[in-house]
């Protein structure tokens, strides 16, 4: 099984984007799906999880901001990410259990 993360790129302070966590196999219905996010120079961090059930957690800093997401069928998870800021400016990435990181999805904040 492989995680693509997509759906980032470029985008003013205070704009939205929507990331895309797709999975090679039928995985999301019965794991917890994360996503993180790097900043270059920075470790890797927590942003928000969903559970099997359809409970959801977030970061602090992104609460009332993003919100994840899941379509079983279409083996997807989503990030819904308002009201961006500079400061969300880093490569994010999806994840579930042991199975490997993926190679992230670039996500720019303008000032």
């Known amino acids: 099984v492989q995680l693509v993360e997509s759906g980032g790129g470029l985008v003013q302070a205070g704009g939205p984007l929507r990331l895309s966590c797709a999975a090679s196999?039928?995985?999301?219905?019965?794991?917890?799906v994360n996503w993180y996010r790097q900043a270059p120079g920075k470790q890797r961090e927590f942003v928000a999880s969903?559970?099997?059930?359809?409970?959801?957690n977030c970061a602090d800093s992104v609460k009332g901001r993003f919100t994840i997401s899941r379509d079983n069928a279409k083996n997807t998870v989503y990030l819904q990410m308002n009201s961006l800021k500079p400061e969300d400016t880093a490569v994010y990435y999806c994840?579930?259990?042991?199975?490997?990181w993926g190679q992230g999805t670039q996500v720019t904040v303008s000032s």
């Open positions: 969903i559970t099997a059930g359809g409970s959801t």
């Open positions: 196999g039928s995985i999301f219905s019965s794991n917890v």
């Open positions: 994840k579930v259990s042991l199975i490997p």
